[in-house]
């Protein structure tokens, strides 16, 4: 079945850090891709999302490449800031399907 | 404009008690979903409604849980008895005809003591 997996967490890193977190898809069909985020106590916002191959997705920094070749989504942020500790999450969605997939989510945690 | 909104926050029950969560999702939205997201674990799919239809609820264990989306707007989710397994935050989610990103609400937490 179609499924996300993420890498691991958690992730602490120093603020102005570069950030990479891996995200890898299976899918039988022509998935979009996502990434939303989940501060604390409050509900999963959409970050950036891309819909077909080599589509790049950006928001606050952020950015995410749709790589078909490798059926790969990793998020990358250049320099992070306290305020970007937040979980993480990836996810899929297949034409027609109407419903989002979800990795398990990655911990990222910010140092002053 | 408002957005998805889910009641109550939290909620502290003892095992083998019933509760119910209430979600209302941006008006005009027809599809509207209950996710159910366990402790460090990503959200999964429990029922999707298409206006008043449940047209995926494979994922919902009918022996505890029902769901119900009456005149096609708000949605009630029920659990009758719940177990310690249970506790859990539970997310409702909607989205627009033709779109494909979703809105989650602030989601509903449950501990089941």
């Known amino acids: 079945g179609d499924s996300v997996t993420q890498m691991e967490g958690p992730v602490t890193l120093s603020e102005e850090a570069f950030l990479t977190i891996n995200c890898t898809y299976t899918a039988t069909g022509y998935p979009s891709l996502f990434w939303y985020v989940q501060y604390p106590g409050e509900g999963l916002q959409l970050l950036l999302k891309a819909t077909k191959a080599d589509d790049k997705g950006s928001n606050k920094g952020f950015e995410a490449t749709y790589r078909k070749e490798t059926t790969s989504f990793h998020l990358e942020k250049g320099s992070v800031q306290v305020s970007d500790s937040a979980v993480y999450f990836c996810a899929l969605t297949l034409q027609g399907a109407q419903k989002l997939v979800f990795g398990q989510g990655t911990r990222l945690t910010i140092n002053p | 404009e408002a957005g998805v909104v889910q009641s109550p926050r939290y909620k502290i029950i003892e095992k083998k008690q019933p509760v119910a969560f209430w979600c209302n999702p941006i008006?005009?939205?027809?599809?509207l979903y209950w996710y159910l997201q366990n402790l460090g674990q990503g959200p999964e799919l429990l029922i999707r409604?298409?206006?008043?239809?449940?047209?995926?609820d494979s994922q919902l264990p009918k022996d505890r849980f029902s769901a119900e989306r009456l005149k096609g707007v708000d949605s009630t989710l029920k659990i009758q008895p719940a177990e310690l397994g249970d506790s859990a935050v539970y997310l409702c989610?909607?989205?627009?005809?033709?779109?494909?990103?979703?809105?989650f609400g602030a989601g509903s937490r449950l501990t089941v003591l």
């Open positions: 008006s005009g939205h027809n599809t």
């Open positions: 989610a909607s989205k627009g005809s033709g779109a494909n990103v979703l809105t």
């Open positions: 409604y298409e206006n008043e239809e449940a047209v995926d």
